[in-house]
Every structure is written in structure tokens, then in C-alpha cells.
């Protein structure tokens, strides 16, 4: 609530990182008032508390810039994560709890901590998360391996783009991962779930974020961006919804997508 007016009345502000999606100019608050409303308290504690945001996402760039090859880990290692809910995302908990995602065998590519692995498995579907970085995957091991449903998941070290499967999937589950990726490496993101679901299997997109500042990660999303790398896949929007559970910093910058592969296209 408070994001969005704040976003229609500071017109200049820049999209920065995972969470901490405003930063206010100086001017937009009062200089010279010495009594601030507590709504105007407000901001300034939050002011705060996205400056420490802002630095660790700053240094998370940093690091990921300073080293294509093992940037990940590196975040991992130093604690730069500023992605990192630390709870499963509300609304693939949702559709997992309304019982309206695909059975069977899912993955989640760069999965991170894995708390949307555990959110999704059940005794109806086994959840693969997919991790490049050790420290990640080892994290989740520790944080989850004695959940109740720790028989409905693995996590894997790999590489999404040169892993190799033994069985495709039914579901593909991605957040946050699309607009980790340089943006020229979409289309192998496109093909690698091509590969990796069944010819009826289903791709959910949580869109994010879909805005326009420049650089990243995060990297801009819009639903144009991924119709360009998965049409030419045959794959098809079944349905393209604004997400209403998203949480507070990303509200009104997310888009839940799901897509299958029209039979009639992936034959051409
Ligand atoms: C922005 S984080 C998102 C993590 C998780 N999806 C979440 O929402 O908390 C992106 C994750 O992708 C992982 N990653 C990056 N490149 C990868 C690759 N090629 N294969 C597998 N994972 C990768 C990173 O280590 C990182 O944990």
C-alpha cells in the first residue's frame, strides 16, 4: 500500500535489487518540518533499513560482476543475498495448498535456500531444486533434510544449463531465476526447459521484475520477453495473472505465468 502511493507521487525513483525496490531522493522529504507525522517517521526508519539494503545489493552486483564464472558461489559464501525470502513464496504455496499445480515430477531450477521445493512437495509430486552453488544446496540440506516431507524432494548441485536428467518433468517452477540470468543467455534458458519437461508437462513463471530500470541482477522481466524465447520453444501462455499474494516490496511488479506446449507447434 504504502509502496504504491509512494510510487505514484516520486516519479524519479531507480529499481535496485531483489527487495528494496525504491530509492528516494533527499528532496522528497520535508527538510525544514520538525514535527513529521508518524507516517512520515515511517519512511524515514524504512529509509534506513533500504540504505543497508541497497549496500548489500550494490556489493551483491559487485560480486557477481567480479566473477561470471563463480560469482554465485561467492554471494553465497559472503551471505549476499538479498533475494532470499526465507519462507516459501506465498502464492506457489497457495496454488500448491488449492491443490492446483501439476502431480507428478517437478523442478526448480536455481533454487536457492529451497523453500519453494518444500512448500510443493507431497506424496503427489517429487521436487527436484537445482542449485550451481555448494553452499546453497548445503544450506537447504541443513534447513530442511528432517522436514516431514523430506522423502518428496532432493536438491542437486548442477549447472541448469548442462545438467543432464535420467527422467523429464511435469513441472517446471521458476522464480527469480529468469532475471538472475544474463539476458542473452534466454534462449538456452528456453530450450534447457524444453528439454527438460514432458511434451505435456507445464512451465509456471513467477514474472519479476517487470519494470524498467537498467542492469541487474536483477535483470528487467516483461511477458514480452519470455513469449519472445519460448514461442519459437511452442510454448503458449495458458494463463498471464498480475500475482495479488506478492509480497509488499515486489507488489505490482509481478506476473504469474503458465505455459504449455501447443502440439500443433512443437511438431513444426
Ligand atoms: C536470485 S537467486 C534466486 C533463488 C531462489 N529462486 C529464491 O527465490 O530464493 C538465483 C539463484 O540461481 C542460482 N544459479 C545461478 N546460475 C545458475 C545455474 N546456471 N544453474 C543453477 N543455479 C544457478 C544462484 O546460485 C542463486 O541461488
Known sequence: MMLSFCHRLIPNYVCVCFNQPLRFRASGFP??????????????????????????SDKFKETIHGDPEGGWEKC????????????????????????ALPRGRALVPGCGTGYDVVAIASPDRYVVGLEISSHAVKKAKELFSSSPNANYFTFLMADFFTWKPTELFDLVYDYTFFCAIE?????????????YLKPDGELITLMFPISDHVGGPPYKVSVADYEEVLHPMGFKA??????ELAIGPRKGREKLGRWKRSPKLSML
Not at 35 to 50: I, N, P, T
Not at 76 to 94: A, N, R, S, Y
Open 238 to 243: 495458458i494463463s498471464i495473472v498480475d500475482n
Open 31 to 56: 527538510r525544514n518540518s520538525l514535527k513529521l507525522s508518524s507516517r512520515q517517521l515511517g519512511m524515514q526508519k524504512s529509509e534506513g533499513a533500504k540504505r543497508l539494503g541497497n549496500q548489500t
Open 76 to 99: 553465497w559464501e559472503q551471505g549476499l543475498t538479498p533475494w532470499d525470502l526465507k519462507q516459501p513464496t506465498p502464492v506457489i504455496l497457495h496454488l500448491q495448498q488449492t491443490d
Open 183 to 195: 539476458p542473452s543467455m534466454r534462449p538456452a534458458w528456453a530450450s534447457r526447459i524444453q528439454d
